[in-house]
């Protein structure tokens, strides 16, 4: 098992720095706050931590707007913060995987401010500008992710800028070779002060049509869904030469040994195997977010790990997501009940599963009121913003849930006083302990975290059952996703519970048949 690359081995554990532990009193967690809880982190048993961005940032989308891709916002503290902070992972054992937003700067960064002043600026085109249409409109149909026109006039010198994201964003020109070069040396920047790798922002969008072709419209799109959806994509993201920049990243990586290459894709699985890459140049890890996307039903999530295991490309390794920054949690999808069902599923499956901070507490849906929505989209488009789901930590009883001195940038859950690390950890039937045993068993059993992967077929369609192996070991994992007890057929032999989501059935043998409870899922191992 030691011959596995880590990433491979592991479980990531995604922070959203904002929200996780504030040392300086100021209502935002800051980069000394996730170094006071790394001790946590090695307790819970993950291997490596994602912090979402730290650089300095106007803060226009929370950090994805990046100033300056080779430092630190102060609001997070400082270079040496960071250096403290990997250090002190890497002391723990755990990695450290930043995020890197190359798609895009902040319209503050000096590159975007010397590309606007003329037409004549040596870095006009890193970024993309283009004429007015003939009627003086946008020069395409393109539409920003977070609603609107993906064009900005910038009266200066009469042309449009690209901006996929906030007008605040402005996309950079990847086709510009001195584009690609400062990137590459600010990958080096972060490599040489010890990072892991890298979680790399809508790695699809960075390559977009050279001919600015108009997005076809979409027949399916029903008022009400994100302004986006109006076109499908063709033209402004997902191009064939994105392999060869992908390919470019890979390559500053390679010479600093076992680092990691996560690429943020929401596509559909066909389109998401290609970045693994032409003979795996791509990204280690495309983001594969399927399972936030499929109705959660046993069927349903079967299908689905059987045709993206079969997708896959020879030697491309799976990972597994539930949740992060931009998405409703688990927790307030599916219920608590449920939750638990996901987390041996995402815990269980083959492949890197990342977790989303605070869906180990079962961290739910909290409800943001009007006044204090700081998310652009939600201003945007009401209805889709993103603070439910990045509300701070809750720690402790202690005031703010011991996550700041200060009133937190975003609501607590209401059940914070019983909801907290604190009063989970001991509890024998908490969803916090089941993290902590799934993550003991992945770690104790290389059938969990790098063996084989196979379907078995379930007596009740509510029942998602399959195997994992290596060497000598077989675990079977049924999950019941209905709520109804039911009673699921063993293979031959002698099995043994190893850990259910309810307490108290760890050790129970069981031949030729398993009791399984509502909303139960049960890992057994065979013999
Ligand atoms: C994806 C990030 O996860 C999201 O939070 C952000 O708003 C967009 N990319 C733009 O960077």
Redesign the pocket.
């Known amino acids: 098992m030691t011959e596995t690359v880590w990433w491979k081995r592991g479980t990531v554990y995604q922070v959203y720095p904002r929200s996780f532990q504030d040392t300086d009193g100021d209502g935002v967690g800051d980069l000394p706050g996730i170094t006071a809880r790394l001790d946590y982190l090695a307790w819970l048993g993950v291997d490596a931590v994602w912090i979402s961005p730290v650089y300095p940032s106007p803060m226009a ?1 929370f950090g ?1 707007d990046v100033a300056d891709y080779c430092g630190i916002d102060p609001l997070f503290g400082t270079l040496a913060d960071f250096d403290t902070l990997v250090a002190e992972a890497h002391r723990r054992k755990l990695k450290v995987i930043l995020d890197f ?1 190359p798609n ?1 700067s902040s319209i503050a960064h000096p590159w975007f401010t010397q590309s606007r002043s003329s037409r004549q600026s040596p870095k006009r085109d890193w970024y993309i500008w283009r004429d007015p249409a003939p009627d003086g409109g946008p020069p395409n149909n393109w539409l920003s992710n977070f609603g609107g026109p993906a064009w900005t006039l910038d009266p200066a010198t009469g042309q449009y800028y690209y901006h996929a ?1 906030l007008p605040e ?1 402005p996309d950079l020109n990847w086709r510009e070779p001195a584009v690609r070069a400062a990137m590459h040396d600010a990958l080096r920047f972060w490599l040489e002060r010890g990072v892991d790798g890298f979680r790399v ?2 790695i699809w969008h960075l390559m977009k049509d050279a001919g600015f072709r108009d997005n076809p419209e979409n027949p399916g799109y029903r008022p009400g869904a994100p302004e986006i959806n109006r076109f499908h994509q063709v033209y402004s993201a997902d191009q064939p030469e994105v392999f060869a920049v992908i390919a470019g990243m890979r390559a500053v990586l390679a010479p600093y040994g076992e680092r990691v290459l996560i690429g ?1 894709i929401y596509l559909p699985i066909e389109r998401l195997m290609a970045y693994y890459g032409p003979d795996l140049t791509g990204a280690d890890l495309p983001f594969n977010f399927q399972l936030i996307q499929t109705p959660w039903k046993a069927g349903a999530v079967r299908d689905l790990v059987e045709s993206y295991e079969a997708a896959l490309p020879p030697g491309g390794w799976p990972n597994w997501v539930l949740g992060n ?2 998405q409703p949690r688990i927790a307030a999808r599916v219920g608590e009940a449920q939750a638990r069902v996901a987390a041996m599923l995402l815990l269980t499956l083959r492949g890197t599963p990342t977790l989303y901070y605070g869906d180990e507490i079962g961290l739910a849906h909290v409800p943001v009121p009007p006044e204090r929505v700081r998310d652009p989209w939600e201003r945007n488009e009401p209805g889709h913003g993103r603070d439910p789901e990045r509300t701070p930590m809750q720690w402790d009883d202690a005031p703010n849930a011991g996550f700041s001195e200060a009133e937190p940038w975003l609501p607590l859950a209401a059940d914070w006083p019983a909801r907290n690390v604190e009063a989970l950890r001991d509890a024998p039937g908490s969803i916090l302990t089941l993290h902590r045993r799934l993550l003991r068993l992945r770690r104790e059993h290389p059938a969990l975290s790098v063996g084989d992967y196979r379907t078995v077929a379930a007596a009740g369609d509510e029942v998602f059952a399959y195997e994992r192996f290596a060497g000598p070991e077989t675990m079977r994992v049924l999950l019941n996703f209905g709520a109804d007890a039911r009673t699921e057929p063993l293979s031959e032999g002698a099995w043994t519970i190893l850990l259910s989501t309810r307490a108290g059935r760890g050790g129970e043998a069981t031949r030729d048949s398993v009791a399984l409870g509502p909303d139960e899922g049960v890992i057994l191992l065979r013999g």
């Open positions: 989308d994805y937003v895009h994201f964003q922002d809508v943020e920054h931009d």
